[in-house]
């Protein structure tokens, strides 16, 4: 009883220190700069929690920051928001919620994994303030309520040390090609320009 006792306040000063420390970095939603989001989102089911993104020709998904630096999307593999799925229970944290801002977070990380053209000039840091930029940017416009709180949490968890060691570890997973040649199964698409 003891030994259990003294893990579990271990466990609980880990979890504080961590909290701490990720609360000290956190920002308010003020300090995020508005962007402009255009173009499409396409996305095509491969499996469960497993999803192509697509991009379009004519219109393709980018995101332009404040300082006018663009990020544009290219193919790759995608789950949405790596919400864990207890979580999505609670209104505003549906992997899919934030759809924009969460395929231009995933790739960010898959330009650093497969050391695509540019990933250099990001870092874990700066991934997570985009993805917090992009929220902002569709809570601004209106194509999602503005949830402050939501912003903040998100911005916490893909700024914390786990998110960063998936930023420094994680693999390259370059998309299967043989999907998204044809027309898709399902797809999803969200149009910004209309």
């Known amino acids: ?8 306040i271990e ?16 920002k308010d939603y003020d300090e995020f700069q508005l962007g402009k989001l255009e173009g499409k989102l396409i996305v095509q089911w ?14 393709p998904l980018k995101f332009t920051r404040s300082n006018g ?7 790759m593999l995608t789950d949405g928001g790596s919400i864990p799925r207890p979580i999505w229970i609670l209104r505003n944290y549906s992997p899919w919620g934030y759809a924009p801002a969460f395929i231009v977070h995933d790739w960010l990380f898959d330009m ?25 940017s569709m809570m601004e416009t ?10 903040f949490s998100m911005h916490l968890a893909v700024s914390s040390p786990i998110a960063e060691r998936l930023w ?7 998309p299967p090609a043989d999907f998204g040649a044809k027309k898709p199964i399902a797809e999803y698409e969200l149009d910004f320009d209309k």
């Open 1 to 8: 009883m003891i030994i259990r006792t003294r893990l579990l």
């Open 11 to 26: 466990r609980v000063v880990i979890l504080f220190c961590l909290l701490s420390s990720a609360f000290a970095t956190a």
């Open 46 to 59: 491969i499996g469960p929690d497993q999803f192509l993104f697509i991009p379009d020709r004519q219109k």
């Open 69 to 75: 630096s663009v990020i544009q999307p290219g193919r």
């Open 112 to 136: 650093k994994h497969c050391k695509l053209p540019g990933y250099e000039a990001f870092s874990h840091r700066d991934a997570a303030d985009v993805m917090a930029e992009v929220m902002k």
């Open 142 to 151: 209106k194509l999602v309520a503005v949830d402050k709180a939501t912003l």
């Open 168 to 174: 420094k570890e994680g693999k390259c997973v370059p």
